[in-house]
T-cell receptor
Framework: DAKTTQPNSMESNEEEPVHLPCNHS???????IHWYRQLPSQGPEYVIH???SNVNNRMASLAIAEDRKSSTLILHRATLRDAAVYYC?????????????FGKGTRLSVIA | SAVISQKPSRDICQRGTSLTIQCQVD?????MFWYRQQPGQSLTLIAT?????????ESGFVIDKFPISRPNLTFSTLTVSNMSPEDSSIYLC???????????FGSGTRLTVV
């Protein structure tokens, strides 16, 4: 799987939007962009994924650059519960049922 | 998504002993994955457990140290053998119901070796 680069940490105020960047300059045409997050004392949980178009779900939005070399996870109104480590992971569409490979992720702190 | 029950949630063990961690999934899955998360670090894959065959271990992990059982499509165990303080970590299992999408993780086993 291609490599991703994320900032080590970010900080946000509660109820403000948060934009978590991810660079993936070596992404291939069949790589999906996945985001997972790990809340304190829990296992990682799925957030969102996309290929080319921007994606929205109840948790977040994923904005994908036109050249696909970067993406941004958007939390529209950060809450204290959103404090977690966020992982951006590339997965080839033909990876099938192979394990996720985690980078270091971004530790998001939310300030009340 | 699948629901995983992982036990124990935490344990404190004496060096030289072994601990077996269990993961029970509420759906049948072909592959189960075991990870280690050392303090302050990201997740590192230990092995992939496929029902009916030997587990496949990642570089740096060996079967004698981390034996894995996979007796059926809903259950797996990971044993941490002959423990030392360096084995103090969180151990997690994971599955995917939809061929590479929507992975689910257990809540983890926090192991402290003293």
């Amino acid at each position: 799987d291609a490599k991703t680069t994320q900032p080590n940490s970010m900080e946000s105020n509660e109820e403000e939007p948060v934009h978590l960047p991810c660079n993936h300059s070596t992404i291939s045409g069949t790589d999906y962009i996945h985001w997972y997050r790990q809340l304190p004392s829990q296992g990682p949980e799925y957030v969102i994924h996309g290929l080319t178009s921007n994606v929205n779900n109840r948790m977040a939005s994923l904005a994908i650059a036109e050249d696909r070399k970067s993406s941004t996870l958007i939390l529209h109104r950060a809450t204290l519960r959103d404090a977690a480590v966020y992982y951006c992971i590339l997965r080839d569409a033909i990876s099938g049922n192979t394990p996720l490979v985690f980078g270091k992720g971004t530790r998001l702190s939310v300030i009340a | 998504s699948a629901v995983i029950s992982q036990k124990p949630s935490r344990d404190i063990c004496q060096r030289g002993t072994s601990l077996t961690i269990q993961c029970q999934v509420d759906s049948q899955v072909t592959m189960m994955f075991w990870y280690r998360q050392q303090p302050g670090q990201s997740l590192t894959l230990i092995a992939t457990a496929n029902q009916g065959s030997e587990a496949t271990y990642e570089s740096g992990f060996v079967i004698d140290k981390f034996p894995i059982s996979r007796p059926n499509l809903t259950f797996s165990t990971l044993t941490v053998s002959n423990m030392s303080p360096e084995d103090s970590s969180i151990y997690l299992c994971s599955v995917s119901l939809w061929r590479g999408l929507g992975y689910t993780f257990g809540s983890g086993t926090r192991l402290t070796v003293v």
